[in-house]
């Protein structure tokens, strides 16, 4: 059973930064790609991160330049460096977990999630 608990949400004012973490448990999660969602009040979950078993990421095109995924395989944690935060970043932040080789920033890619972590940027 995977499980997945993220951290580092907060309050911050714009151009500020913060630093989420995705503690990761019950897996290989060498072999895992793994990801970032985010869901705003009234809108759709997106996608904003991923980074794959290989170490390869991609980027949503309104957080590129700004924020970084990372991931440490010794710890099974995952972070998302958030720099320069814009109100519009201003969400709840998910961290998510797939068994495939390859994701792309689709939620239907991956199959565990965890509660959800909230930013807000002002």
């Known amino acids: 059973h995977v499980q997945l608990v993220e951290s580092g949400g907060g309050s911050v004012q714009a151009g500020g930064s913060l630093r989420l973490s995705c503690v990761a448990s019950?897996?290989?999660?060498?072999?895992?790609?793994m990801g970032w969602f985010r869901q705003a009040p009234g809108k759709e979950r997106e996608g904003v991160a991923t980074?794959?078993?290989?170490?390869?990421?991609s980027y949503a095109d309104s957080v590129k330049g700004r924020f970084t995924i990372s991931k440490d395989n010794a710890k099974n944690i995952q972070y998302l460096q958030m720099n320069s935060l814009k109100p519009e970043d201003t969400a709840m932040y998910f961290c998510?977990?797939?068994?495939?080789?390859?994701?792309?920033?689709?939620?239907?890619?991956?199959?565990?999630w965890g509660q959800g972590t909230q930013v807000t940027v002002s």
């Open positions: 998510a977990a797939s068994h495939r080789v390859t994701v792309s920033l689709h939620a239907e890619h991956f199959e565990s």
């Open positions: 019950g897996y290989a999660y060498r072999s895992y790609c």
């Open positions: 980074i794959d078993s290989d170490g390869s990421t």
